[in-house]
Nanobody, 115 residues
Framework: VQLVESGGGMVQPGGSLRLSCAAS????????MSWVRQAPGKGPEWVSA????????DYLDSVKGRFIISRDNAKNTLYLQINSLKPEDTALYYCARGRTILLDWGQGTQVTVSS
């Protein structure tokens, strides 16, 4: 199993980024997928999840209305569109296989929000 995140960067407050996660080594379309983040000095925080078909999405309350999770099963890729970024969104963002139980994680992509 391999999960490779990309798309992170440094942005100003109010900016946007689109994170991607390329999946391989398993049948992507058969698994719910999640995004998890870890801020400096803090533990991991679940952010969002999506079901196998993309019809059900769930979000951490603090990101509702700003983040959008999606997936392209033909491309084995998971996405997270993050808008209206706030300094408190600064973290290492990981994609993970699964929803309730996170079976595998990627190496993460850094998102830094700073003026």
């Amino acid at each position: 199993v391999q999960l490779v995140e990309s798309g992170g960067g440094m942005v100003q407050p109010g900016g946007s980024l689109r994170l991607s996660c390329a999946a391989s080594g398993f049948t992507f379309r058969n698994y719910d997928m999640s995004w998890v983040r870890q801020a400096p000095g803090k533990g991991p925080e679940w952010v969002s999840a999506i079901d196998t078909g993309g019809g059900r999405t769930d979000y951490l309350d603090s990101v509702k209305g700003r983040f959008i999770i999606s997936r392209d099963n033909a491309k084995n890729t998971l996405y997270l569109q993050i808008n209206s970024l706030k300094p408190e969104d600064t973290a290492l963002y990981y994609c993970a296989r699964g929803r309730t139980i996170l079976l595998d994680w990627g190496q993460g992509t850094q998102v830094t929000v700073s003026s």
